[in-house]
């Protein structure tokens, strides 16, 4: 929506399984970044990207992983060495090189039992 | 790094009345200050944003003010509407860091 398309919407998951989430982005922005929703705690940071090939640790990246092999495409994975994946992960983009705005995905929801 | 404090975390206005969120920040070098609106269950959007060069912006029945010498700015919302209830967040950051903070959130639930 809006440009950039996180899917699925809905993600259910075992115990100790990796999962990959999606992100793609036509905006031609330079800038991806990954966030964690969790009631009560706003949004956090998980890594972002301000160029293609390049990518860094944001406030809570532990048990996560991301590649940034193309432009438009920023997908997080979610590790077994994630203590607690369950969660709503929002993709954002922007054109990068300063303050501009975050315009999000729809978020995918993810339930890991 | 920076960190963004949001008061209050719930607020109920009647409609019709006007609704204030403040938010404080720690770190003087930021000089960028959006606020974002989330509905339930859907995607954060930007409403408003703010730079340090200016002290107060306004968009129809939304504004924001910025006191950079006490490190909080606010958002102000007018004439509230039911469709105006909804979860607010703040956000800050610095030129050349490119990374927003984002604070916790405020639900704003309007009255009928």
């Known amino acids: 929506d809006g440009g950039i398309t996180q899917s699925p919407k809905y993600l259910f998951r075992k115990e100790g399984q990796n999962v990959t989430l999606s992100c793609e982005q036509n905006?031609?922005?330079?800038?991806m970044y990954w966030y964690r929703q969790d009631p009560g705690q706003g949004l956090r940071l998980i890594y972002y990207?301000?160029?293609?090939?390049?990518?860094q640790k944001g406030d809570i990246a532990e048990g996560y992983s991301v590649s940034r092999e193309k432009k438009e495409s920023f997908p997080l994975t979610v590790t077994s060495a994630q203590k607690n994946p369950t969660a709503f992960y929002l993709c954002?983009?922007?054109?990068?090189?300063?303050?501009?705005?975050?315009?999000f995905g729809n978020g995918t929801r993810l339930t890991v039992t | 790094g920076e960190n963004v404090e949001q008061h209050p975390s719930t607020l109920s206005v009647q409609e019709g009345d006007s609704a204030v969120i403040k938010c404080t920040y720690s770190?003087?070098?930021?000089?960028?200050f959006p606020w974002y609106k989330q509905e339930l269950g859907k995607r954060p959007q930007l409403i408003i944003d703010?730079?340090?060069?200016?002290g107060e912006k306004k968009d129809q029945r939304i504004a924001v003010t910025l006191n950079k010498t006490a490190k909080h700015f606010s958002l102000h919302i007018t004439e509230t509407q039911p469709e105006d209830s909804a979860v607010y967040f703040c956000?800050?950051?610095?030129?050349?860091?490119?990374?927003?903070?984002f604070g916790k959130g405020n639900q704003v639930v309007v009255i009928p």
């Open positions: 954002a983009s922007n054109p990068g090189g300063g303050n501009s705005p975050l315009h």
């Open positions: 703010i730079r340090s060069n200016v």
């Open positions: 905006l031609n922005h330079d800038a």
């Open positions: 990207s301000q160029i293609v090939n390049d990518f």
């Open positions: 770190d003087s070098a930021s000089n960028y």
């Open positions: 956000a800050a950051s610095y030129y050349g860091n490119n990374r927003l903070a």
